[in-house]
Nanobody, 133 residues
Framework: QLQLVESGGGSVQPGGSLRLSCAASGVTLDGVTLDYYAIGWFRQAPGKEREGVSC????????YYADSVKGRFTISRDNAKNTVYLQMDSLKPEDTAVYYC?????????????????????WGRGTQVTVSS
């Protein structure tokens, strides 16, 4: 079972930066490695639905971003370390939320659902990001 653990959250002032990490471990049921998985970042603020923030595909590294974070957030992956990163710059108070990473086998993810939480199978427990002055 693929296991995901987020880290790197915290409190920051508006305009600041944070880098979130999503570390994957465990052997999947079919023995494939993280190389075969699309990894997404999602967030959920109090009283709001979980929303897609960014996603990175498997080996070709295609990236997707929500309009609200384009130009400010950057997703990347290091398959050798089984880790995906989300660099968040120019943070705004509206970025405050619990951030989750999630994984799904690449064959089920395309540009039509890369930011759709319901289509991702494995989830971490989340890390809190608070942007406040």
């Amino acid at each position: 079972q693929l296991q995901l653990v987020e880290s790197g959250g915290g409190s920051v002032q508006p305009g600041g930066s944070l880098r979130l990490s999503c570390a994957a471990s465990g052997v999947t049921l079919d023995g494939v490695t993280l190389d075969y998985y699309a990894i997404g970042w999602f967030r959920q603020a109090p009283g709001k639905e979980r929303e897609g923030v960014s996603c990175i595909s498997d080996s070709d590294g295609t990236t997707y971003y929500a309009d609200s974070v384009k130009g400010r957030f950057t997703i990347s992956r290091d398959n050798a370390k089984n880790t995906v990163y989300l660099q968040m710059d120019s943070l705004k108070p509206e970025d405050t939320a619990v951030y989750y990473c999630a994984a799904q086998h690449q064959k089920y993810i395309s540009d039509r659902n890369a930011l759709r939480a319901a289509d991702f199978r494995s989830w971490g427990r989340g890390t809190q990001v608070t942007v406040s002055s």
